[in-house]
């Protein structure tokens, strides 16, 4: 689903632009492993979920994981963390690596895609991944990404 990527890469582009201040904000780091082993090539991306009594709580942070699988979220490239509270986690591969899919592993236009997401769509396209940041901040947003049965 190129469109996806697409709608995927706008979202992260506006999660990190923009920030205002720092206050209400909480350090966020982690590690992204995939079938257990760390992945290198990862986008995090938090996503502030608004509230009845705050509906528009601002823009999200993200960060790219290093060699490690590890992350440090930044909103804005200027403030160090997330907004404190619930968040919509969305991670995909990061690069020119990847083409885009549809659910069922297919390229748009119907020709068989030649590099794909190793990533599922319900952890990016479709996530329903949410995160609590406390207000102390956590080195702890840990996600293990399966996708052969069995493996952990």
Same mark, same amino acid.
């Given at each position: 689903?190129?469109?996806?990527?697409?709608?995927?890469?706008?979202?992260?582009?506006?999660?990190?632009?923009?920030?205002?201040?720092? @206050?209400?904000?909480? /350090?966020?780091?982690?590690?992204? =492993?995939?079938?257990?082993?760390?992945?290198?090539?990862?986008?995090?991306?938090?996503?502030?979920?608004?509230?009845?009594? #705050?509906? =528009? /709580?601002?823009?999200?942070?993200?960060?790219? =994981?290093?060699? #490690?699988?590890?992350?440090?979220? &930044?909103? !804005? #490239?200027?403030? !160090?963390?997330?907004?404190?509270?619930?968040?919509?986690?969305? +991670?995909?591969?990061?690069?020119? !690596?990847?083409?885009?899919?549809?659910?069922?592993?297919?390229?748009?236009?119907?020709?068989?895609?030649?590099?794909?997401?190793?990533?599922?769509?319900?952890?990016?396209?479709?996530? &329903? +991944?949410?995160?609590?940041?406390?207000?102390?901040?956590? !080195?702890?947003?840990?996600? @293990?990404?399966?996708?052969?049965?069995?493996? &952990?």
């Amino acid at each position: 689903m190129f469109r996806t990527r697409a709608l995927a890469a706008v979202a992260l582009v506006g999660a990190v632009a923009g920030c205002s201040g720092t @206050d209400g904000f909480a /350090p966020v780091s982690g590690v992204v =492993t995939l079938d257990g082993v760390p992945y290198a090539k990862a986008v995090v991306s938090f996503q502030p979920l608004g509230t009845k009594d #705050n509906p =528009t /709580p601002g823009r999200g942070s993200s960060a790219y =994981t290093d060699a #490690n699988g590890r992350f440090v979220l &930044k909103c !804005d #490239n200027t403030i !160090d963390g997330a907004r404190v509270g619930r968040h919509q986690v969305r +991670i995909m591969t990061r690069g020119n !690596d990847v083409v885009g899919q549809l659910p069922d592993g297919s390229s748009p236009d119907g020709a068989p895609a030649a590099k794909v997401d190793p990533i599922p769509a319900e952890w990016n396209a479709n996530s &329903k +991944i949410e995160f609590e940041v406390p207000k102390g901040g956590t !080195d702890r947003a840990n996600f @293990d990404i399966v996708t052969k049965p069995g493996k &952990k």
